[in-house]
């Protein structure tokens, strides 16, 4: 028996049932919008096709052609995050900047992500992740304020933004949720020790592979104990990651096992990846290298580095602070949507 075709996004019945959920993104955009205004943002537009997607090992970017007016032709890649670009504004001088970005990620799509999305994404020179944080709070209560809701509202729990946020150190949470000292299994930044990860992780109740990495086990220990006890009643913001997990983020100061990073979760769901930004080119690119050849060992490939943008950093980024949150599924939190297609004006085609 042939399954029939499925309705379209765009037929009267199904789209009349989004509309009140589109009106509402519609009010949460105009109002985040007139919040960064008043608070000295310059809204910037980047391009979303990138020499480098982004350089996150497990995520998997869209490739295109580039064809030139001579013939030439090259590789381009649709942006994971418009992140390289903005900071590059960020060097060049602009202090205080947001966008609104289109953003691709493939082989995504479940009721929280989807191949296509939107990512709010801003930076503020001269100041630490701190103040991020409390962007984060008044952001949140701007959007539940503009869609005419009173809590956060996700797969039946709530959260109220009108509370102080929960603030909670990654390690603390790690002891909290899952027994586990993690600094104790990384006393070497560079080296943490997996199999001291894996034996208190067999503690928790958690069996590693043989071939487990501390980042893969750390990943398990996060997914199955820590994130959903994350954000219910008020919004948690888990901070202060091993430096192992850095990414773009720089050294905690007196604490050489810390990175400057945080992650904000309501209801169990990840909503925004927070960093105080690294500025050392020298370091950036070891970091590029390093997640580079996992990339290669795991997937076989791997995205080339950004020249321009480290020759941005090594003209000189400021002391800066930068944040992405998931535009769509802050929508689905303040309409208690359970879709991320059902905030969307239509989905990406399915294959």
């Known amino acids: 028996m042939i399954d029939p075709p499925p309705i379209p996004s765009w037929r009267p019945d199904r789209l009349s049932r989004r509309l009140p959920l589109l009106a509402a993104r519609g ?36 490739a295109t052609e580039i064809e030139a007016p001579d013939g030439r032709h090259g ?11 903005m900071k590059k504004l960020l060097a060049g001088g602009v202090p205080l900047l947001f966008q609104l970005a289109r953003v691709w990620r493939n082989g995504e799509r479940s009721d929280r992500h989807h191949p296509e999305f939107t990512m709010l994404e801003w930076y503020r020179a001269e100041a630490g992740y701190e103040s991020l944080m409390d962007d984060c709070e008044a952001l949140l209560r701007a959007a539940l304020a503009a869609s005419g809701g009173s809590l956060l509202r996700w797969q039946g729990a709530t959260s109220d933004p009108a509370r102080p946020f929960e603030r909670l150190a990654v390690a603390e949470a790690f002891q909290r949720y899952a027994g586990i000292d993690l600094l ?19 503690r928790a109740g958690i069996r590693p592979r043989p071939s487990d ?3 893969d086990i750390f990943f398990r220990v996060m997914l199955e104990h820590i994130e959903p006890r994350l954000g219910f009643g008020r919004p948690t913001i888990l901070y202060d990651y091993p430096v192992s997990m ?19 979760y309501v209801c169990g769901l990840e909503l925004a990846n927070a960093f105080g930004e690294l500025t050392d080119a020298a370091v950036q690119r070891r970091r590029f290298e390093a997640d580079m050849a996992m990339r290669r060992a795991l997937y076989g490939e791997a995205y080339p580095v950004d020249e321009d943008f480290l020759a941005a950093l090594e003209h000189g980024l400021p002391p800066s602070a930068g944040i992405a949150l998931g535009f769509d599924r802050l929508v689905m939190l303040a309409t208690g949507a359970t879709r991320i297609e059902d905030v969307l004006w239509l989905p990406v085609a399915a294959p």
């Open 246 to 264: 850095a990414a773009l983020s720089r050294p905690k100061p007196g604490d050489p096992r810390l990175a400057e990073r945080f992650e904000l």
């Open 75 to 85: 590789r381009l890649y649709l942006h994971t995050s418009p992140e390289f670009a």
């Open 27 to 62: 009010r949460i955009l105009r109002a985040l919008r007139r919040w960064f205004d008043d608070a000295g943002f310059v809204e910037v537009e980047t391009p979303a096709l990138q020499v480098s997607p982004g350089m996150e090992v497990h995520l998997k970017a869209f």
């Open 213 to 215: 990495t501390w980042e």
């Open 184 to 202: 104790a299994t990384a006393p070497d930044p560079q080296a943490p020790d997996a199999a001291a990860l894996a034996r208190g992780a067999v």
